[in-house]
Protein backbone atom coordinates (compact mmCIF):
# COMPACT_ATOMS: atom_id res chain seq x y z
CA UNK A 1 0.00 0.00 0.00
CA UNK A 2 1.36 3.45 -0.95
CA UNK A 3 0.55 6.02 1.31
CA UNK A 4 0.57 9.38 0.08
CA UNK A 5 -1.51 13.11 0.46
CA UNK A 6 -2.60 14.98 -1.84
CA UNK A 7 -3.26 18.74 -2.10
CA UNK A 8 -4.93 19.50 -6.33
CA UNK A 9 -6.92 22.24 -7.00
CA UNK A 10 -9.66 22.29 -8.84
CA UNK A 11 -9.19 21.55 -12.70
CA UNK A 12 -11.77 23.43 -14.82
CA UNK A 13 -12.69 21.47 -18.13
CA UNK A 14 -10.71 22.85 -21.28
CA UNK A 15 -12.43 21.84 -24.89
CA UNK A 16 -12.22 17.78 -24.56
CA UNK A 17 -10.37 17.38 -21.69
CA UNK A 18 -12.95 17.17 -18.61
CA UNK A 19 -12.26 18.84 -15.29
CA UNK A 20 -11.00 17.26 -11.46
CA UNK A 21 -12.59 18.29 -8.39
CA UNK A 22 -10.44 19.94 -5.97
CA UNK A 23 -8.80 17.34 -3.39
CA UNK A 24 -7.24 18.42 -0.01
CA UNK A 25 -6.24 15.56 2.24
CA UNK A 26 -6.64 15.61 6.35
CA UNK A 27 -4.42 14.12 8.49
CA UNK A 28 -3.33 13.77 11.98
CA UNK A 29 -0.46 15.47 13.21
CA UNK A 30 1.04 15.06 16.41
CA UNK A 31 1.61 18.11 18.89
CA UNK A 32 4.48 16.89 20.47
CA UNK A 33 5.58 14.47 23.18
CA UNK A 34 3.18 13.06 25.34
CA UNK A 35 3.98 11.01 28.07
CA UNK A 36 2.76 7.34 27.97
CA UNK A 37 -0.16 7.67 30.65
CA UNK A 38 -2.25 10.49 28.60
CA UNK A 39 -1.84 8.41 25.30
CA UNK A 40 -3.27 5.29 26.48
CA UNK A 41 -5.93 7.66 28.34
CA UNK A 42 -7.14 8.40 24.87
CA UNK A 43 -6.94 7.18 21.40
CA UNK A 44 -5.92 10.90 19.78
CA UNK A 45 -4.40 12.42 22.51
CA UNK A 46 -1.46 14.67 21.12
CA UNK A 47 -2.59 15.10 17.84
CA UNK A 48 -4.53 17.45 15.85
CA UNK A 49 -6.46 17.46 12.97
CA UNK A 50 -5.33 19.18 9.56
CA UNK A 51 -5.84 19.92 5.80
CA UNK A 52 -3.12 20.13 3.49
CA UNK A 53 -3.68 22.97 1.47
CA UNK A 54 -0.62 23.21 -0.28
CA UNK A 55 2.80 21.12 -0.80
CA UNK A 56 5.69 23.45 -1.69
CA UNK A 57 9.28 23.18 -1.72
CA UNK A 58 11.68 26.51 -1.05
CA UNK A 59 13.89 28.27 -4.06
CA UNK A 60 17.59 27.21 -3.19
CA UNK A 61 18.43 31.15 -2.99
CA UNK A 62 15.93 31.23 -0.42
CA UNK A 63 16.93 28.54 1.88
CA UNK A 64 19.44 24.96 1.57
CA UNK A 65 16.34 23.39 2.87
CA UNK A 66 15.55 21.32 0.68
CA UNK A 67 12.39 18.77 1.92
CA UNK A 68 8.74 19.53 1.20
CA UNK A 69 7.19 22.13 3.01
CA UNK A 70 3.29 21.88 3.36
CA UNK A 71 0.75 24.75 4.19
CA UNK A 72 -2.17 23.15 6.87
CA UNK A 73 -5.62 24.71 7.87
CA UNK A 74 -6.02 23.60 11.49
CA UNK A 75 -9.31 22.08 12.63
CA UNK A 76 -10.26 22.49 16.60
CA UNK A 77 -8.31 20.18 18.56
CA UNK A 78 -9.96 17.46 20.35
CA UNK A 79 -11.34 17.60 23.67
CA UNK A 80 -12.09 15.28 26.85
CA UNK A 81 -14.47 11.88 25.75
CA UNK A 82 -17.67 12.38 26.37
CA UNK A 83 -18.09 9.94 29.35
CA UNK A 84 -21.06 8.13 28.21
CA UNK A 85 -20.27 7.72 24.52
CA UNK A 86 -16.45 7.28 25.08
CA UNK A 87 -16.28 9.97 21.85
Do not use: N
Not at 28 to 57: E, K, M, Y
Request: glycine share 6%; proline share 10%.
Amino acid sequence: MQRRIRATPERLSSGCKPGCPAQFDMVLISDGPHPVCLRTLHAVAGLRVAQVRAIFTLPFQFSTYTRALTYIKWFTPFRTPDPSSGM
